[in-house]
């Protein structure tokens, strides 16, 4: 509702429960993040789609895609959701599934993709050579597949193929 305020009117087509619950996770349903995580805890189907809502916000596959301090931040806001809900755990600390060395390799790839973007993205050098922004995701992704390749896991692959369609 907040993000697609547009689409308002479609909803009284669903089932006052339904809309009801809608109205809930609305941010814009309570005047401060207090109220609207009590009004939220208070409904238990409200509170089961926050949770879930939660979980999937928290995934550590989807927080590894994004930059570590933006990552850590929203980590931060999750825990602080889930106390205010009164979960039993107020962490969103999931075990890392991924080796160190694979989380180290997708730093160094978004560590390149911003070296050749500073260096002039993409640019050809006239030939059939590829330019830095290129050649960096090669090099990248050359490394990860061959650390990865090494270590055979199901999760590195994951992670790597996650890599890799967003290089």
């Known amino acids: 509702m907040e993000d697609c305020p547009q689409h308002a009117a479609r909803l009284e087509a669903f089932p006052a429960p339904v809309r009801e619950i809608v109205t809930l996770l609305s941010r814009h349903s309570a005047p401060d993040a207090t109220q ?54 107020a962490s969103t600390v999931v075990p890392d599934p991924a080796p160190a060395r694979v989380l180290q390799l997708m730093e160094t790839a978004r560590m390149r993709v911003r070296q050749a973007e500073d260096a002039g993205a993409g640019a050809h050098t006239g030939d059939d050579t590829p ?30 193929s996650d890599m890799h369609v967003l290089a």
């Open 131 to 160: 330019g830095p922004h290129l050649k960096a995701l090669i090099s990248a992704r050359d490394t990860a597949l061959a650390e990865l390749e090494a270590q055979l896991t199901a999760e590195a692959f994951i992670l790597w």
């Open 36 to 89: 609207y995580y009590a009004r939220i805890r208070q409904h238990p189907r409200a509170l089961k789609v926050k949770l879930a809502d939660i979980a999937d916000n928290a995934h550590p596959r989807r927080l590894l895609q994004l930059p570590p301090a933006v990552a850590e931040r929203l980590r931060g806001k999750y825990a602080a959701a889930l106390a205010a809900l009164g979960s039993g755990s």
